[in-house]
């Protein structure tokens, strides 16, 4: 097992560690109570988890107050549920001493902090992700939230992990659109921060869709190394956090274009295309960087062209109103070069001319 340690934020004394390794759950509950032993736990999952049999892995026969999710999913990710999760937990008696224990991915990690965030104005919560998109993005930084029936992530809060525990082995039950989109933030995250890491998912790209143990866990040290400094830097988003939005701005637009029929690793890929596309526009492409990233993209098996139904106006409308955009325009996370953030004088994040945007838009759409 490897450990790791992020430290939250960097200029204060508070940190956690995520524990990384194989067939980990069913000796993690001791672990847990050992650690947090003072703390009720209250698991939080959902019923694809559990039916899967992590569930059972993760308790054995021991007893343990819980709340299954269910239907599970995005569908399920609102304020409805984050009160039916907080109510429960005071039904089951628990106050302040309560540990939340989220286990499942990125849905159930974002639901189960978020009541750990408010329930009695806050109690830890400990990560247990099983999806390839949490175990590599969504279970490290401290992000917890639901949706609003207008927009995603509406209701928030930044509520760092007290611990993360990533068993490589829960990824062997997903189910393989999943499992391939899951792996678009590893590959974000080794083009915004680490070009060898880039070079080790291309040269292991087979074993990765073989699911190999090894390789899974070599990818989650780069992916929290990489995440967790970039949280260390700046936790609460003011600059340089951006710049895990790579391919994100356009992506989320694709996301939300496409009613949700694409995963969000999916649609990230598309967005990664269309920034590739930019770079080379603003003169940031370096000779087949683009070619590079688009042949992982397909060996992974995700979309690489937008799909030939969406809206390109739409696109913009919906880049118009992007939660961080200015003056009704976003801004856009470029590479310079790959594992390198375009950075000019300290801001993480480039102005793009509209005209561009539209020009590249134009040129990705084609059928997946
Ligand atoms: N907090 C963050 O920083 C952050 C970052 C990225 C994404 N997110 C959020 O994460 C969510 C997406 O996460 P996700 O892709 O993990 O979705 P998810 O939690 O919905 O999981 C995908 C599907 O797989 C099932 N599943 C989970 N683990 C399984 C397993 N081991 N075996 C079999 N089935 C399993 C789930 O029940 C679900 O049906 C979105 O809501 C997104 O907004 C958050
Ligand atoms: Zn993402």
Request: aromatic share 6%.
């Amino acid at each position: 097992m490897h450990e790791l340690e992020i430290k939250v934020p960097a200029s204060q004394p508070g940190s956690y560690k995520v524990a990384i390794g194989t067939g980990l759950l069913p000796s993690l509950w001791p672990q847990i109570k050992a650690a947090f032993g003072h703390r009720r736990p209250f698991v939080i999952t959902d019923a694809n988890v559990a039916a899967a049999g992590h569930l059972d892995a993760l308790l054995g026969s021991r007893p343990a107050p819980q709340f299954v999710i269910d239907p599970p999913g995005e569908g399920s990710k609102n304020i409805a549920t984050a009160v039916a999760i907080v109510e429960a937990m005071e039904k089951a008696y628990l106050g302040r001493d309560t540990l939340v224990v989220a286990l499942g991915g990125g849905t159930v990690g974002d639901m189960a902090g978020f009541a750990a965030a408010i329930f009695k104005r806050g109690v830890p919560v400990v990560q247990i992700p099983t999806t390839t998109l949490a175990q590599g993005d969504s279970a490290i930084g401290g992000k917890t939230g639901v949706d609003s029936s207008v927009s995603k992530n509406a209701f928030g809060a930044f509520w760092h992990p007290a611990a993360v525990y990533i068993d490589v082995a829960a990824v062997q039950t997903l189910d393989e659109r999943q499992y391939r989109s899951g792996l678009v933030e590893s590959v974000k995250h080794a083009m915004i921060a680490d070009a060898d890491y880039f070079e080790f998912i291309e040269q292991q790209m087979d074993a990765l869709l073989a699911r190999r143990t090894d390789v899974l866990e070599t990818l989650a040290r780069f992916n929290c190394t990489i995440k967790g400094r970039v949280v260390e830097a700046d936790p609460d988003e003011q600059n340089q956090r951006r710049m895990l939005n790579y391919g994100h701005t356009i992506g989320h637009a694709v996301e939300s274009a496409s009613n949700y029929q694409l995963l969000h690793g999916e649609a990230i890929a598309i967005g990664i295309i269309a920034a590739g596309y930019i770079e080379i526009e603003m003169g940031l492409s370096e000779p087949g960087r683009l070619e590079r990233v688009t042949a992982l993209l397909e060996r992974l098996g995700v979309p690489t062209k937008m799909p030939a139904d969406l809206d390109n106006r739409q696109l913009i409308d919906l880049l118009k109103h992007d939660k961080k955009a200015v003056d009704r325009w976003p801004r856009f996370i470029l590479l310079d070069r790959l594992g390198h953030i375009h950075c000019p004088h300290g801001q993480y994040a480039t102005d793009v001319d509209r005209t561009i945007v539209e020009q590249v838009l134009n040129s990705i759409t084609g059928n997946r």
